[in-house]
């Protein structure tokens, strides 16, 4: 039997509410870990509002956890402490072999001609 039933949105549906969030979280870890966050960079919090967080509040606390543990004092928190699933795909990089790219370079210079 529920006394009461309250339904508590999941933050993917509030994404308005992870900027104060993470303000806040940011606060807490500076305090418990000893170092100062100068500010966070607007592409970090770009790719947190779009991250689907299958975790919750407790995945975004982890997320801030970690990457002050991971940054020095007077640091910008920024994308590279995000963890890869935040960030997305890694774009793949096609690596050629030095006689490849000449190769290619010659065709284009010779259909340009």
Do not use: W
Request: aromatic share 6%; with cysteine; net charge negative.
């Amino acid at each position: 039997m529920k006394v009461i039933e309250l339904h508590i949105p999941s933050l993917r549906e509030r994404t308005t509410d992870i900027e104060p969030l993470l303000r806040y979280l940011i606060k807490k870890y500076e305090a418990i870990l000893g170092i100062e966050v100068r500010s966070f960079d607007p592409q970090t919090l770009q790719l947190l509002r779009a991250y689907h967080f299958p975790g919750n509040i407790r995945e975004l606390e982890n997320i801030v956890e970690r990457a002050l543990n991971l940054m020095s004092s007077g640091e910008c928190f920024v994308t590279a402490y995000l963890p890869q699933e935040v960030k997305g795909k890694e774009e793949e990089v096609e690596i050629q072999t030095l006689a490849h790219q000449l190769e290619e370079a010659e065709m284009k210079a010779i259909a340009s001609v």
